[in-house]
């Protein structure tokens, strides 16, 4: 069968439009790993997401569909917030400017870097990729945001 200039414009059509889909699909925030948390929809963690800033860590902020949560860079830094709880309490912490933090052990590995906020309910989970270089500077610049989380309780075990 032989195929018709019609037949060979149509399908350039749909592979075009198929190319299309999936370079929209690699540029949402899903393709960035970024999973919703229970809780993430609540008053504090839409304020801290609207309070979040446009630039973190030398990269723009990619608006995320994800309650809770805010991308930056091609995910080089992700915070969510919400009912987060996957860090042993004796984790060893850390007091950034006036916030305490555990370094999630489970989720840094490979110039990953993760850290959860310890003792606010809602918690705020930052991950900052290996192409952050100055990963405590942007911890600190987050900790100014997360500060007006309610904090339940502080650090016993310092790191």
């Given at each position: 069968m032989t195929s018709t200039p019609g037949r060979r414009l149509a399908r350039a059509a749909v592979i075009a439009t198929c190319a299309v889909a999936l370079t929209a699909c690699a540029m949402s925030s899903r393709s960035y790993n970024v999973t919703a948390v229970p809780g993430g929809e609540s008053a504090a963690c839409t304020t801290l997401v609207h309070k979040s800033p446009q630039r973190l860590g030398g990269r723009d902020r990619t608006d995320s569909d994800i309650k809770g949560t805010a991308v930056w860079g091609q995910g080089d830094v992700i915070l969510r917030c919400g009912n987060i709880s996957n860090v042993p309490k004796?984790?060893?912490?850390?007091?950034?400017?006036?916030?305490?933090?555990?370094v999630n052990t489970a989720n840094t590995h490979d110039g990953t870097k993760t850290v959860l906020t310890y003792g606010r309910s809602p918690a705020a989970e930052l991950t900052l990729s290996e192409r952050v270089n100055d990963k405590d500077a942007?911890?600190?610049?987050?900790?100014?945001?997360?500060?007006?989380?309610?904090?339940?309780?502080?650090?016993?075990?310092?790191?």
């Open positions: 004796s984790a060893p912490c850390s007091s950034v400017d006036g916030v305490d933090w555990v942007v911890i600190s610049k987050v900790s100014g945001l997360v500060s007006g989380l309610p904090e339940q309780k502080t650090c016993t075990r310092r790191g």
